[in-house]
């Protein structure tokens, strides 16, 4: 089965702190693709990240990070020093030939607050 | 800036009305992509489009139809509306079918009454 599980529904830090979203998933296929995708209040959702299944090399940009682990079929993502404008629901997501022929699997979402 | 929209960020309709939804990107995309965001369900894909006039069923399109005449635009409607249609729609584009990221619309949020 093709599956994406966020098993954190909400998380909420105080501005400052690092947090880590976790992601893991199910797939039969050697070659898929990995997303993250942020979805502030406004509604629109934003692309953040995309790996490849023979990318395991973690990727830095700023504030954020992401560990990709086919080992543990993890794909996680950390925010260090946390800040108000990061709230949002991020969503990790696969694609694969087995989701239906390159479709994107998504998961349900976590929602995170950042506190000032 | 590259850009997906959609015709209403806001909409009530009547149970049994026939309702339109349009998404327009100026990408030149191939694909395009209606999805339903319900809490604690994510995204769920009602139908794809990998070509003008060419349509796939995602995985929740029962209730739904799709029509799309020209390349950039992509139209979601609802035969007759029910109430269990009540929703956020996100309309998206991309490049290539998976393989690459997609751009989303700012979403329309439906109210069937």
């Given amino acids: 089965a093709q599956k994406v599980t966020q098993a954190q529904t909400e998380i909420s830090v105080v501005e400052k702190e690092d947090v880590t979203l976790d992601c893991v998933y199910e797939t039969r296929d050697t070659t898929y ?33 992401w560990n990709f682990q086919k080992s543990t079929s993890s794909f996680n993502f950390t925010i260090t020093a946390s800040q108000v404008v990061d709230s949002a629901v991020y969503f990790c997501a696969l694609s694969g030939p087995n ?18 | 800036d590259v850009k997906v929209t959609q015709s209403s960020r806001y909409l009530v309709k009547r149970t049994g009305e026939k309702v339109f939804l349009e998404c327009v990107q100026d990408m030149d995309h ?21 070509d003008v006039k060419m349509k796939e069923k995602g995985d929740i399109p029962e209730g739904y139809s799709v029509s799309r005449e020209k390349k950039e635009r992509f139209s979601l409607i609802l035969e007759s509306a029910s109430t269990n249609q009540t929703s956020m729609y996100l309309c998206a584009s991309s490049l290539l079918l998976g393989q690459y990221e997609q751009f989303f619309g700012p979403g329309t949020r439906l109210t069937v009454l």
Avoid: C
């Fill in chain 2, 30 to 50: 191939e694909n395009m992509f209606w999805y339903r965001q319900d809490p604690g369900l994510g995204l769920r894909l009602i139908y794809f489009s990998y």
């Fill in chain 1, 33 to 65: 693709y990995l997303f993250w995708y942020k979805q502030p209040p406004s509604g629109e959702l934003v692309f953040l990240i995309r790996r490849n299944s023979f990318d395991e090399q973690n990727e830095i940009s700023g504030r954020y990070s």
């Fill in chain 1, 99 to 116: 989701t239906g022929g390159f479709k994107t699997i998504f998961g349900a979402g976590t929602r995170l607050f950042v506190k000032a």
